[in-house]
Nanobody, 124 residues
Framework: QVQLVESGGGLVQAGGSLRLSCVAS????????MAWFRQAPGKEREFVVG????????VIAPSVKGRFAISRDNAKNTVYLEMNSLKPEDTAVYYC?????????????????WGQGTQVTVSS
């Protein structure tokens, strides 16, 4: 079992930046591919970016490419989401998720472990 806890959300003006953190506890963090998803009110949960636990392979959604980046520190059992040039349409609850395989996939149903989410609000 893996427990995930996100932090770092908040209110930011358009064009600003935020860094989200997700701390994992439980089983070996380094064995998990990690990803960030988001869900805006009235919308389905959508994939943002994922990072494989092997080789550093990254998959990123076109809507955030060039603005968001994912990284991980296995020594701290933490995965980060750096968000720059934020837009009002980035407003959502952001979730980190993990799966015990090397492949990054974009379907939420393929991730076994989820955090509780952290709210990001971007004002115009």
């Amino acid at each position: 079992q893996v427990q995930l806890v996100e932090s770092g959300g908040g209110l930011v003006q358009a064009g600003g930046s935020l860094r989200l953190s997700c701390v994992a506890s439980g089983r070996t963090f380094s064995g998990y591919t990690m990803a960030w998803f988001r869900q805006a009110p009235g919308k389905e949960r959508e994939f943002v970016v994922g990072l494989s636990n092997v080789g550093g392979s990254t998959v990123i959604a076109p809507s955030v490419k060039g603005r968001f980046a994912i990284s991980r520190d296995n020594a701290k059992n933490t995965v980060y989401l750096e968000m720059n040039s934020l837009k009002p349409e980035d407003t959502a609850v952001y979730y980190c998720a993990g799966r015990p395989t090397v492949v990054v996939v974009t379907a939420p149903s393929e991730y076994q472990y989820w955090g509780q989410g952290t709210q990001v609000t971007v004002s115009s």
